[in-house]
């Protein structure tokens, strides 16, 4: 039997990409995932290929850049199964456009649906799992935390602060038996695979770029119960491209 069989996983951000092969995976693995996104076509998608794989699902559309949706999520959730396990906080986007050009609700925008929403999701989140014993919660950061292109800073700025309220709750939430971490992905390819090049793959350590389903795993190993002495801390899964140093030729 899994680890996770019978556990209640709520996705946010499952519309698409990541959030997508997290809903597969854990259902893969005998979980039960919820879930949410603004994208109600996205949801429905992402639910068709569950059933197809002979998988139960339960989806709430929710924008998570807005407080009133996320608590109505988390009451809708406590009505219909009482009870949540797991959450990962995948809901995000970024805006590349320059510091000189970027308005203040752009930035808003960001950085109350990926921080923001991640901190009030993770507190809706952690009052079920203390009723319930326990949980787990795993933010999906970026390794634009650690290291930027130009024109990202809301995005930047939104996933650094993923680490340290990462770590933040960890502490908070440690006595009620919930673990907190954090996962930074780097290139994940969420389109056409194989339409990447030769040199895509090349540059990174491990020879390719990444999938959604490379993430999916990690969550799986932070959110295992038998890794709970894992907390407050963030797993790198990039294929070794922050570790690399790179000159110019």
Same mark, same amino acid.
Request: one cysteine or more.
């Given at each position: 039997?899994? $680890?996770? $069989?019978?556990?209640?996983?709520?996705?946010?951000?499952?519309?698409?990409?990541?959030?997508?092969? &997290?809903?597969?995976?854990?259902?893969?693995?005998?979980?039960?995932?919820?879930?949410?996104?603004?994208?109600?076509?996205? /949801?429905?998608?992402?639910?068709?290929? *569950?059933?197809?794989?002979?998988?139960?699902? /339960?989806?709430?559309?929710?924008?998570?850049?807005?407080?009133?949706?996320?608590?109505?999520?988390?009451?809708?959730?406590?009505?219909? %199964?009482?009870?949540? =396990?797991? %959450?990962?906080?995948?809901?995000?986007?970024?805006? +590349?456009?320059?510091?000189?050009? %970027?308005?203040?609700?752009? +930035? =808003?925008?960001?950085?109350?649906?990926?921080?923001?929403?991640?901190? #009030?999701?993770?507190?809706?989140?952690?009052? *079920?799992?203390?009723?319930?014993?326990?949980?787990?919660?795993?933010?999906?950061?970026?390794?634009?935390?650690?290291?930027?292109?130009?024109?990202?800073?809301?995005?930047? @700025?939104?996933?650094?602060?993923?680490?340290? #309220?990462?770590? @933040? &709750?960890?502490?908070? *939430?440690?006595?009620?038996?919930? $673990?907190?971490?954090?996962?930074?992905?780097? +290139?994940?390819?969420?389109?056409?695979?194989?339409? &990447?090049?030769?040199? =895509?793959? @090349?540059?990174?350590?491990?020879?390719?770029?990444?999938?959604?389903? =490379?993430?999916?795993?990690?969550? &799986?190993? %932070? $959110?295992?119960?038998?890794?709970?002495?894992?907390?407050?801390?963030?797993?790198?899964?990039?294929?070794?491209?922050?570790?690399?140093?790179?000159?110019?030729?």
């Amino acid at each position: 039997m899994s $680890t996770h $069989t019978d556990k209640i996983a709520l996705i946010t951000g499952a519309g698409a990409g990541i959030g997508r092969a &997290l809903a597969l995976a854990y259902a893969g693995q005998g979980a039960l995932p919820v879930l949410a996104d603004r994208n109600e076509e996205g /949801l429905e998608e992402t639910g068709r290929l *569950l059933e197809q794989a002979g998988c139960d699902s /339960l989806a709430i559309a929710a924008d998570i850049g807005k407080p009133e949706q996320i608590e109505q999520l988390f009451r809708d959730l406590d009505a219909m %199964l009482g009870r949540l =396990d797991i %959450l990962v906080n995948n809901a995000g986007f970024g805006i +590349w456009k320059s510091p000189y050009d %970027l308005t203040v609700e752009e +930035w =808003d925008g960001v950085v109350n649906t990926n921080l923001r929403g991640a901190f #009030l999701c993770s507190r809706e989140a952690a009052k *079920l799992m203390r009723a319930g014993g326990g949980g787990a919660i795993v933010n999906i950061s970026s390794t634009r935390a650690v290291m930027s292109e130009p024109n990202s800073e809301a995005y930047a @700025a939104s996933k650094g602060g993923i680490l340290s #309220l990462t770590h @933040a &709750l960890a502490v908070s *939430l440690g006595p009620d038996r919930i $673990t907190v971490n954090a996962i930074c992905p780097g +290139w994940i390819e969420t389109g056409d695979y194989g339409k &990447l090049r030769p040199e =895509d793959h @090349a540059q990174h350590p491990a020879r390719r770029v990444g999938r959604p389903e =490379d993430i999916a795993r990690a969550c &799986l190993y %932070l $959110t295992d119960p038998a890794n709970d002495f894992v907390t407050g801390t963030h797993m790198t899964v990039d294929g070794g491209m922050t570790i690399k140093m790179i000159y110019d030729e």
